[in-house]
């Protein structure tokens, strides 16, 4: 990395979790400022997260104090003191560590050019967390910026879990010119060591998230010095660690980390941990990225992992030390989700990780991005175009689309350039685009951002009634804390609260008791890789791995090839039976819980044209079900390609996906405001803003640019088009129709999640006896 530095070329460094990655990307600026020492901003770095941008600080500290550099390294991030903030502006450290959000709203004041022109090195760490998204997008944009107005600047990028370091040397690179970036690859280093806890040799039927082993999970906890206990979402960590509480028989210290909560507490928590005061952490994503505990020696993954890369990056969290095995534990939480682990141990051993699929930049993205150049200077839109064509997902954008974009910035577009709130920018007797008012900077620092939340409420405990103040624990969804009335209780924090009182956004609790409901986010459960789906139709089909496998996993395998068939490793599987006066198609897809919703209602379309009177669908991230009066014979011309894409639009038009989509890009591209100084906005406020301009620019303007964007995010995002597509394609060449004249193995796990709420742990006794009752029904062997 050194050498890479000092011949002045871009580098991408690729090693395992401990390897050292952090310090080689930061050692050439160590040894720079101590050859050549320099006041002003030296090094850039970016991350992910906002803790561990603190984490890094501190672990630089030790070999800078060591060395005896006199040298600042200082953290902004949206924790970061708004004073604080400003002097350092005036007076830069040497070294920044940061966030995209941050550097994207570093880059808008008039002052950030003469900060900037200085910097040397810009270092992006878990460079595979931005590349594939609107986060990327930013980020790409403001490394074109900053080379503008530094064109010495040597970029580095940082990963653990690239499977394509070509395409991520593009992404990085100026022009997206993969040859002028150096890959430098690390040592692998010891194996991991990944299992699979299987208590007394029987898995569930149903469930997502590992509740059913709480017990055995406690007891590895008890034998590990610091354990990181992984979820998928939110809101299973709140369940998960009251789980793991009621099984805490040596009442060991844990504690619980995710993004809704206050940054007093994460930080409370992670300095917790750092100086060994916990036994265990109950944590999503919000800590898998590069943070270096090395007391952590148990990394534990409630439910399957959904993807090889993400296994990787967490089991990575222990034993953070090249020499030394990381040791990881994923708890499955049914027997599909089995054979989902024992997929992501093989995948992750043998090397095989997720490929990463590039996207193009977005167009809301951009427009947010003009719009914060205005704010910092005057701005030529040639110099511009030119500059942003230089950001990999910007390469192919034309002069056209461009112009449309900065039209849409200056006038809000064709249908809204009547009304004078959306005129933004003017041009100057130069020609240069300036903001139409200095106000509207500020409004654009308080908007900016690619992460769209769901507006939130705040939770504010010990205050006992509103207007006496009290602790902020966080924040829970609008949607969910609307529904809340004096008196409810709900878990958060890891505590039973009761609400004593409502103030405008503050939702007042004090410590309750009973049953209390949980709090569910928007957007929590990921979608299997298309990876690992492939290499769970490979253990389907390797009859000789089974013998690993517990015994009743093995044996509903067995019963499955015995009464139907199992899915191929290439073909489409359907089966059809009768059950309770309706009749059931099961289609084993295998390609992601968001495709095989879009399919779901694609076939629903299709058999009520067809006078099938279907009843609903559900999909999982293996199969769709799809229930009906009348019987299906004949499903292939339901699996058609043809028209597909003609439906699908008629569909989205009418469903809440488009709309939903049309929102969040509003927002990023500032039509809709999240936030106005002074006031309060409810979601409700923003849906309403976002339904009527969506219905004025469906009508009067349907080529709109954020029309298009919103239609080109609710088609990938939302509904994974790609791999339905593919599906639908393999169902034309490969399709397996099976007749059955009762419910299959594998076909309980799906029929078990039908009318359920998305709200975790839903496992009540009368799902138990209906799990009981299907899985002796399809286990039976004639």
């Given at each position: ?574 089966e059809t039976f009768e059950r309770d006066g309706r009749w059931f198609m099961i289609a084993y897809g295998f390609a992601g819980r968001n495709a095989h919703q879009t399919l779901g209602m694609l076939l629903t379309q299709r058999m009520e044209a067809a006078g099938l009177q279907p009843l609903g669908f559900v ?74 301009i969506y219905d004025v620019l469906r009508r009067h303007e349907p080529s709109h640019l954020l029309l298009t964007a919103a239609w080109s995010d609710a088609r990938s995002k939302l509904t994974d088009i790609d791999r339905l597509a593919t599906l639908l394609e393999t169902a034309q060449a490969r399709l397996t ?46």
């Amino acid at each position: 990395m050194v050498a890479a530095a000092r011949a002045g070329r871009h580098a991408l460094l690729v090693a395992p979790t401990g390897a050292g990655k952090t310090l080689a990307g930061f050692l050439a600026t160590l040894a720079d400022l101590a050859e050549n020492p320099r006041d002003g901003l030296h090094t850039i770095y970016v991350s992910p997260l906002k803790a561990l941008a603190v984490d890094v600080q501190r672990n630089l500290l030790t070999p800078v104090s060591e060395i005896g550099l006199d040298i600042r390294i200082e953290t902004r991030t949206g924790d970061t003191a708004s004073d604080k903030k400003r002097r350092q502006r005036e007076a830069p450290p040497q070294i920044l560590l940061t966030t995209p959000e941050s550097l994207a709203l570093l880059i808008s004041y008039p002052d950030a050019a003469a900060m900037l022109a200085g910097v040397q090195t810009v270092i992006i760490d878990e460079i595979h967390a931005f590349a594939t998204t609107k986060r990327g997008d930013q980020l790409s944009l403001a490394l074109s910026r900053l080379q503008a107005l530094a064109p010495g600047l040597r970029r580095v990028g940082l990963s653990a879990t690239i499977a394509d370091p070509e395409g991520y040397q593009g992404w990085l690179a100026p022009d997206a010119d993969a040859a002028s970036v150096t890959l430098v690859t690390g040592d692998p280093g010891a194996a991991p060591v990944v299992e699979i806890i299987v208590p007394d040799d029987r898995i569930p039927w149903a469930g997502h998230n590992g509740r059913w082993a709480a017990r055995a999970v406690m007891r590895s906890i008890e034998k590990a010095r610091l354990a990181i206990v992984f979820v998928n979402t939110r809101a299973i960590a709140e369940v998960i660690f009251r789980d793991l509480w009621s099984e805490n028989d040596q009442a060991l210290p844990i504690g619980i980390h995710h993004g809704s909560l206050s940054a007093e507490a994460r930080r409370k928590t992670e300095d917790a941990m750092a100086n060994g005061r916990l036994r265990a952490i109950v944590a999503t994503a919000s800590l898998d990225l590069g943070i270096d505990w090395g007391d952590v020696d148990l990394v534990i993954q409630m439910g399957a992992p959904k993807g090889a890369s993400r296994l990787l990056q967490r089991t990575g969290r222990a034993n953070h030390r090249m020499d030394e095995a990381s040791h990881a534990l994923i708890v499955p939480g049914n027997r599909f989700e089995y054979l989902e682990a024992l997929a992501a141990r093989d995948a992750v051993l043998a090397g095989d990780l997720d490929t990463d699929v590039f996207r193009t930049g977005g167009l809301d993205v951009l427009a947010q991005h003009l719009f914060g150049l205005a704010a910092a200077a005057p701005f030529s839109a040639d110099d511009i175009y030119a500059e942003i064509r230089g950001a990999a997902p910007y390469a192919g954008l034309s002069r056209a689309r461009f112009d449309e974009v900065l039209g849409f910035v200056a006038t809000g577009g064709y249908s809204l350039k009547a009304y004078d709130r959306y005129h933004r920018l003017t041009q100057d007797r130069d020609g240069r685009w300036r903001l139409t008012h200095p106000r509207l900077a500020a409004q654009h620092r308080l908007n900016s951002g690619t992460i769209v939340e769901a507006v939130t409420m705040n939770v504010v405990f010990g205050s006992g009634k509103p207007g006496r103040g009290g602790k902020r624990l966080g924040q829970i969804e609008e949607w969910f804390g609307s529904q809340l009335r004096v008196a409810d209780s709900f878990i958060f924090a890891g505590l039973t609260l009761m609400v004593t009182g409502f103030d405008g956004p503050d939702i007042h609790v004090q410590v309750g008791r009973g049953s209390p409901s949980v709090p569910t986010y928007v957007g929590g459960r990921m979608p299997l890789s298309t990876n690992l789906a492939a290499r769970v139709r490979g253990l389907l089909n390797a009859p000789d791995r089974w013998t690993e496998m517990p015994a009743d996993v093995r044996e509903w395998l067995e019963i499955q090839q015995l009464r139907s068939h199992l899915p191929g490793l290439d073909d489409l599987l359907v089966e059809t039976f009768e059950r309770d006066g309706r009749w059931f198609m099961i289609a084993y897809g295998f390609a992601g819980r968001n495709a095989h919703q879009t399919l779901g209602m694609l076939l629903t379309q299709r058999m009520e044209a067809a006078g099938l009177q279907p009843l609903g669908f559900v999909g999982s991230d293996y199969m769709v079900a799809v229930w009906s009066l009348q019987r299906v014979t004949d499903p292939k011309p339901l699996f058609s390609p043809d028209v597909f894409e003609d439906e699908l639009t008629e569909w989205m038009a009418a469903s809440p996906f488009l709309r939903r989509a049309f929102r969040e890009v509003a927002i990023i591209g500032g039509l809709i405001e999240r936030a106005i100084p002074g006031q309060h906005k409810t979601g409700r406020a923003m849906s309403v803003s976002s339904d009527l301009i969506y219905d004025v620019l469906r009508r009067h303007e349907p080529s709109h640019l954020l029309l298009t964007a919103a239609w080109s995010d609710a088609r990938s995002k939302l509904t994974d088009i790609d791999r339905l597509a593919t599906l639908l394609e393999t169902a034309q060449a490969r399709l397996t129709l099976v007749e059955l004249d009762r419910v299959s193995p594998l076909a309980v796990p799906v029929l078990l999640e039908m009318g359920r709420e998305s709200v975790p742990g839903a496992a009540d006794t009368a799902l138990l006896i209906e799990a009981a009752a299907l899985a002796a029904e399809a286990m039976q062997v004639d």
